[in-house]
């Protein structure tokens, strides 16, 4: 980015105006894997009811024991230099996780979960200082949980075996399982598994509990959902955002997918109405809809129940559009209809005339405003990724990141839009660090079409060098790289490591309009490759240091799909391909992941319905053409992409006496999450990127 090169060119002046030299500089070093793995990372910014607090969560990690552990935060907004404060996990002897913040209606105290007692419970920290107070003391474990704003009662999403009447009969169903010795599972009809886990019959049930004078609440909850064969939320996504209370307490709105028979090919996830006391069935306001109606969220007033909703039954990627519903009538209208971009999640002003939401924008997660009644939208954020915000009267917190750094804390007046730096997580730690500069730039992809992607230099590049590049795809595949942070597929790490980074949104990716998110469906290997073809041609014209003679390709997921597909139709185009849980035979893919709507609306229907569609695009096919060396990665928890489809491609590998690698991770799912397999990956991934691209 230009503003870098600025940035850079005078912290040089600054040195050389006390004397110092600029070799300074040499002692600078690239960004590292293990930079990577040990950073801190904020989340979940939450404002006081005043708007003059905001708690936060900060997960820290831990290599010792191998795993992240989050505590709680806060700071004071009003102080000139912030200085956060640390709230949970004051002591060496209490290192439970601690996270999903929200305070109560006082502005007194911050409810929280943590496993601090050996389960997932909601605890009270009370904000002018003493012990945080157990909230809820159940048998299972509390998934998610949301306080109603009359602070008598609250709703929690727990897993349970439907067919029990209270929780300590799902705990005794539990234990007595593990006692029989006969591993064998009966199963009649799916999910028999989803994302990382084998299904047992246990559903996520909202329950609601009463809160006594003294916050605590009653050690025997009633189910608000468990009349229905369904999930209140589905993995890996959902949470609290998923229900929500009316402003006096008295009831509930959640998001549930009856499951029935067709759990595995549905996306019709409805609202359904519920006393918070329980005692009568859910009532379905959205049976209208038979596709996506998510994030419930009344209006101050509680007037007004904003919502989320596709239109397209089985695509998890249809545009999510504002709807607004009046409470009295059930009329529903669409808000800011012409608006091309696929909102988040949604949270009402108090003054109730404006929503607030992100979105994916031209390569950017912004936060926007839009007016209640005219559905006006403005952008309240710029460059970046708004991965956390919230609003309470003028103050407005945000998280964001860049391709240049982790997600930090930011505030504003929102009337004033001047945004603050309130954290900098990791800055000594990273102190000696030159990242890679990086600049987004466009061209003329597919049909003409304008296309956008980002490149990133080397952290040392030189003028008038070239530079090898790690050339990543991103998966989905409807989604963006965009310019954000990840702590799986980062480029900074590559360009540590002496590599150029060239990565674009392809047809398909989200942002660009739900015409250029839908192109990709049903046509996995045609406008996105040649994109990728275009895009990689288009970086090497535009930035004379991108030597694209000499690339590595890298992806995962879709983006491993696009691996396969490379390997057999653009064979010629690099020196090494990364192939992490790629899609390797559509047919055997149908028949073996979880999801089947996926599948079924990427295809244009079943496989036996429409064969050849689903043999369109499929990479097994190509497997003649395969000359390229890989390595193939997998968590064989992964039950979206399974393993057998990462053995495959090794197979294929293999047996065509193609250099190839094959790393398996047996205790993690579509993602590598531990601290320990992360770093094993990643040094895996850029050996292998070493020995075809020397640097």
């Not at 061209?443 to 590049?469: C, F, L, T």
């Not at 674009?504 to 192109?519: A, E, M, P, R, V």
Request: charged residues 20%; aromatic residues 12%; proline residues 4%.
């Amino acid at each position: 980015m230009k503003i870098r090169n600025v940035v850079l060119s005078a912290a040089a002046m600054a040195l050389a105006s006390i004397g110092m030299s600029s070799a300074a500089f040499a002692e600078q070093r690239g960004f590292t894997v293990e930079d990577l793995v040990k950073m801190e990372r904020v989340a979940s910014p939450v404002v006081s009811p005043d708007g003059k607090l905001v708690v936060y969560a900060q997960r820290t990690t831990d290599l010792e024991k191998n795993r992240g552990r989050w505590d709680l935060w806060m700071i004071n907004l009003a102080d000139a230099a912030p200085t956060p404060k640390k709230l949970t996990n004051l002591t060496s002897n209490n290192e439970g996780n601690n996270s999903g913040p929200q305070w109560s209606a006082k502005g007194d105290a911050i409810y929280f979960i943590s496993s601090r007692s050996g389960s997932g419970q909601v605890w009270r920290l009370p904000v002018a200082g003493g012990e945080a107070q157990k909230v809820t003391d159940l048998p299972l474990d509390v998934e998610s949980f949301k306080v109603a704003p009359t602070e008598n009662r609250i709703a929690m999403s727990i897993e349970v075996f439907r067919d029990c009447a209270d929780l300590t009969c799902t705990k005794d169903k539990l234990e007595a399982k593990s006692k029989v010795k006969a591993t064998g599972k009966i199963h009649d009809k799916l999910f028999i598994r989803h994302w990382d886990t084998w299904a047992d019959g246990r559903r996520n049930v909202l329950y609601s509990a009463s809160l006594d004078a003294n916050h605590v609440a009653s050690k025997t909850p009633v189910s608000l959902s468990g009349a229905l064969e369904a999930d209140v939320h589905s993995k890996p996504d959902g949470d609290q955002e998923d229900y929500a209370f009316t402003a006096d307490g008295n009831t509930v709105v959640f998001s549930a997918r009856v499951a029935g028979k067709t759990e595995s090919w549905s996306t019709n996830f409805d609202l359904f109405k519920v006393p918070a006391a329980g005692g009568s069935a859910p009532q379905n306001l959205t049976a209208d809809n038979p596709a996506w109606d998510a994030k419930p969220v009344f209006s101050p007033d509680g007037n007004t129940l904003a919502y989320l909703a596709m239109k397209r039954p089985g695509f998890e990627a249809d545009r999510f559009q504002i709807m607004l519903m009046d409470v009295k009538t059930g009329k529903k209208r669409t808000l800011a209809e012409k608006w091309d971009r696929s909102a988040t999640n949604l949270t009402w002003s108090e003054d109730g005339k404006t929503l607030y939401t992100s979105a994916f924008d031209l390569g950017q997660l912004r936060l926007f405003a839009i007016d209640a009644n005219s559905g006006a939208v403005s952008a309240l954020s710029d460059k970046g990724s708004v991965a956390g915000y919230d609003v309470r009267g003028k103050t407005a917190v945000i998280a964001k990141a860049d391709l240049g750094s982790g997600a930090q804390l930011y505030s504003t007046d929102i009337s004033k839009i001047k945004w603050k730096q309130l954290t900098d997580v990791n800055k000594q730690a990273l102190a000696d660090v030159r990242f890679g500069e990086y600049e987004q730039f466009s061209y003329a992809g597919a049909k003409g079409e304008k296309v956008y992607g980002y490149v990133m230099k080397p952290w040392n590049a030189q003028a008038g060098k070239k530079y090898p590049v790690a050339f990543i795809v991103h998966g989905g595949p409807q989604s963006s790289f965009a310019n954000n942070w990840s702590y799986r597929w980062n480029p900074q790490t590559y360009a540590g490591a002496g590599y150029a980074v060239v990565f674009i949104d392809f047809h398909g990716s989200l942002g660009y309009g739900q015409g250029f998110t839908d192109s990709i469906s049903q046509d996995w290997g045609g406008k996105p490759l040649v994109d990728l073809k275009l895009g990689m041609a288009a970086a090497a014209k535009q930035f004379s240091w991108v030597d694209s003679k000499n690339a590595c390709a890298l992806g995962a997921s879709y983006g491993g799909y696009m691996m396969n597909w490379i390997a057999g139709n653009w064979n010629d185009g690099f020196k090494c391909i990364v192939n992490h849980a790629g899609v390797f035979d559509t047919r055997a893919m149908y028949y073996s992941t979880e999801e089947l709507w996926f599948n079924e609306w990427e295809n244009g229907g079943t496989y036996y319905d429409v064969p050849a569609k689903h043999e369109k695009f499929n990479p097994v096919s190509h497997v003649k053409n395969w000359k390229t060396p890989m390595l193939v990665t997998q968590g064989e928890m992964d039950f979206r992409i399974p393993s057998t489809q990462s053995f495959g491609a090794f197979t294929a590998l293999q047996r065509r006496g193609i250099d190839s690698q094959l790393l398996t991770f047996p205790d993690e799912n579509h993602h590598i999450l531990k601290p320990a397999n992360s770093l094993l990956w990643h040094h895996t991934v850029l050996d292998w990127m070493g020995k075809y691209l020397p640097r």
